[in-house]
């Protein structure tokens, strides 16, 4: 999950990035360079949107057990992530991380990535590897 101030129609295949902004970094991160900046890091497939206003609101009307939307998550399971303080919140599913990040200048919203072919490729397989390894209680 993931929070951002507005929400997309758009659903499907992301590529993660990592701001270049270092504001929320501390100064010994900085330093040490924990954590890569200006990079797509990950690929996932963004399921659903919730505002947190409507989280709060189906929960205060008894609807904790209810799943909702397409997440296959319940309200109180969605609300009690640490993740989820909204005001919207995405619902992120088959998160892959890259091997190697690629550097990727930061665009605002939704944006098209001239995904390397290479990359869909191996975002597939590495999918299936983890899927394998969960089947089998790995």
Known sequence: MV?????????????IHAREST???SARDIRE???PLGVVVAV????ECFTRLHL??????GYADSRV???GRTTGEILDHPYALGPHVWILADAVPLSQP???RTQKGIWNWPTPPSLTT???NRLRELRQKQAVGG
């Open 3 to 15: 929070n951002h101030s507005w929400s997309p129609a758009y659903r499907g295949l992301l590529a």
């Open 44 to 47: 996932a497939r963004l399921i």
């Open 102 to 104: 690629l550097p990727f």
């Open 69 to 71: 939307g397409h997440a």
């Open 33 to 35: 360079r924990r954590y």
């Open 122 to 124: 191996a975002y597939y």
């Open 23 to 25: 504001e929320l970094l």
């Open 56 to 61: 709060d609101m189906l929960l205060a009307d």
